[in-house]
T-cell receptor, first 114, second 113 residues
Framework: DGGITQSPKYLFRKEGQNVTLSCEQN?????MYWYRQDPGQGLRLIYY???????QKGDIAEGYSVSREKKESFPLTVTSAQKNPTAFYLC?????????????FGPGTRLTVL | GENVEQHPSTLSVQEGDSAVIKCTYS??????FPWYKQELGKGPQLIID?????GEKKDQRIAVTLNKTAKHFSLHITETQPEDSAVYFC????????????FGSGTQLTVLP
């Protein structure tokens, strides 16, 4: 059963703590993305990666970090430097090369800072 | 960079009526325009897309129109059903761009029984 999995579904964190969100895909997609979604707003790009061991900042990268050691995995770390981390986080992937390849989304992780 | 504006932010229609959501984009080089549907607590799913070389595309009750000159595109849902209730996002992309998608702010569609 192919797709994108994100874990955990819900995550609670105390202020000052780093936390890592998992994203795994078995679609053999080359590109992977992290978005943040806040109520009443669209999806804002945090980081993206086109190939293993390479990634680029999106529009709101401050306070976040990523790694891409394996093609199927793209974990996101929310650091204590992120001022307002409570949000819904979405991971996506896309098969690179095609001009109009669809971007597939995972089910999301809801992070709440207590 | 690209900027996508989406209207309205909320839309309520009676079951069986039509719903229209509109988006404008700023980058004239954008040439791919997908629409996503997001149900509560889930990730967005692609429902239809259009490329800049066509003006309209239909898929059963859903259609999308594109006006390149005015830089706007619209989603039309006919014969709405309660299961159409969700948040809809438009997006724009320039082919070849590694970032791929810039999203609108979303429209909460509610279909009233």
């Amino acid at each position: 059963d192919g797709g994108i999995t994100q874990s955990p579904k819900y995550l609670f964190r105390k202020e000052g703590q780093n936390v890592t969100l998992s994203c795994e895909q078995n679609l053999n997609h080359d590109a992977m993305y992290w978005y943040r979604q806040d109520p009443g707003q669209g999806l804002r790009l945090i980081y993206y990666s086109q190939i293993v061991n390479d990634f680029q900042k999106g529009d709101i990268a401050e306070g976040y970090s990523v790694s891409r050691e394996k093609k199927e995995s793209f974990p996101l770390t929310v650091t204590s430097a992120q001022k307002n981390p409570t949000a819904f986080y979405l991971c996506a992937s896309r098969l690179a090369g095609g001009e109009y390849n669809e971007q597939f989304f995972g089910p999301g992780t809801r992070l709440t800072v207590l | 960079g690209e900027n996508v504006e989406q209207h309205p932010s909320t839309l309520s229609v009676q079951e069986g009526d039509s719903a229209v959501i509109k988006c404008t984009y700023s980058d004239s080089a954008s040439n791919y325009f997908p629409w996503y549907k997001q149900e509560l607590g889930k990730g967005p799913q692609l429902i239809i897309d259009i490329r800049s070389n066509v003006g309209e595309k239909k898929d059963q009750r859903i259609a999308v129109t594109l006006n390149k000159t005015a830089k706007h595109f619209s989603l039309h849902i006919t014969e709405t059903q309660p299961e159409d209730s969700a948040v809809y996002f438009c997006a724009a992309s320039r082919v070849g761009s590694a970032r791929q998608l810039t999203f609108g702010s979303g429209t909460q569609l509610t279909v009233l029984p």
